[in-house]
């Protein structure tokens, strides 16, 4: 198990008093999460998921917690340890996008500001210089490369400021 | 007719994988295809701004797809990471007419538009349609060479959006590898994750992947690791550097990419295939390699 990421760690004598359908029906609305209703809990999803083992919460019981409306999957460790493999969408019997719907569910934490610092640093990174890291430039012309190429900084930025990119927040 | 592509490189491949680059423009060059310069590319955005916001990732992705089609070429990729991120915002912009039009009210002002034209191909996947070309230009053979080949997810997966293998069984890029002689082994973990996104969330569990993967190819007695992402590569090459097993065993194996291994057997001279800048030593299979 991990203590890297999570405040929800267990079930274990929780009490769930409020079951929200208002919050299954916002995940249903995003990329991908027009199925979501469909799962049977098979668990084919966490069978494959190369951090199944690692996590404390894991993917057929974050798509639980979506049918109850339970939105504290929002603090489980299972969100931002997802490595975006698409194991499990590739083979969900009932065609659920569940990669889609786990990045869904990181754009909701985000906007409540549950979210690793590196992803933070990114999207500053991405607005500041065009990149999600600092680049380094090395070796290029022993083999006859051209300079790193630049990457656009001004429209990117345009975009970001019509979508509002750098004041996500809850609610919105 | 020779090929012709807009390169989309991504920011990966320009700032730590010189390697990759250089080999892939000398195997293009000797197969006639025509590697475009991609002008004005943003970052692919990649599943981090996915993660962070999906209406952002879309315009951002949509400007790079929009670029190429606005000048009418067609788009190819060496990196999963960019192939996914762009082959991902295509399928949502041709099927969802919301998306789209929200996509191009952002584009507008630009100058640009999405309409769905240009094609996105992996390096790979070109590289596959070549097989014939290339098995007859192979002349050093690479026989004696076991490859754990790790094609990454987004090469593969969701098939459905990029449409290039069978994803459970995936085949081409092991055929081209085997044109030169060598063989790529069937190891346990294959089609798993190298774990190189979590090196943003937490890279425990990035490196307890790796090593599991690495286990894994050591198993299947497996000599090197090819792959055809830098992103993939940054752990193969850059994470895995001096990483042991729990009984202090390197878990360490010379990695490739697929350009190098393709090149070599092609004989095209080490230099431009950049064999000295892969990080981990590649004399424990420099006879094999024949370098």
Known sequence: ?172 | MAQSYEVFLGCAIPNRFNNYESSMRAVAKELGINLIDFEGASCCGTVVLKSIDESSWLALSGRNIALAENRGHDIMTPCNGCFGSLKDTDHVLHDDEDNRKKVNTVLKPLGLEYTGKAKIRHLVEVLYELKDDIRKRIVKPLNGLRIAFHPGCHLIRPSNVVGFDDPELPRKVDELLELTGAESVAWGLKLSCCGSPLLISSEDVATKILSEKMISAKQANANCVVTNCPACHTQFDVQLIGMKDESGESLELPALFVTQILGLAMGIDPEPLGLELNRISLDPIADLLGF
């Open chain 1, 1 to 172: 198990m991990t203590e890297t990421w999570g405040k929800f760690k267990s079930f274990d004598g929780k009490k769930f008093e409020a079951l929200d359908p208002e919050f299954t029906r916002e995940v249903s609305s995003m990329l991908g999460g027009e199925d979501l209703t469909a799962c049977f809990q098979c668990s084919k999803c966490s069978a494959g998921c190369p951090v199944s083992d690692k996590v404390n919460i894991q993917v057929h019981e974050i798509m639980r917690m979506l049918l109850f409306g339970l939105k504290e999957v929002l603090e489980t460790d299972m969100v931002w340890l997802c490595t975006t493999c698409y194991t499990c969408q590739e083979r969900c019997p009932q065609g659920i996008d569940i990669t889609d719907i786990i990045f869904g569910l990181k754009n909701m934490a985000f906007k409540k500001e549950i979210a690793p610092p590196g992803y933070i640093a990114a999207r500053k990174s991405l607005y500041d210089i065009g990149r999600l890291y600092e680049p380094t430039d090395w070796e290029r012309e022993d083999l006859e490369l051209d300079d790193v190429p630049e990457l656009n900084v001004e429209d990117t930025r345009k975009m970001f400021d019509k979508i509002g990119l750098m004041k996500l927040k809850d609610g919105d």
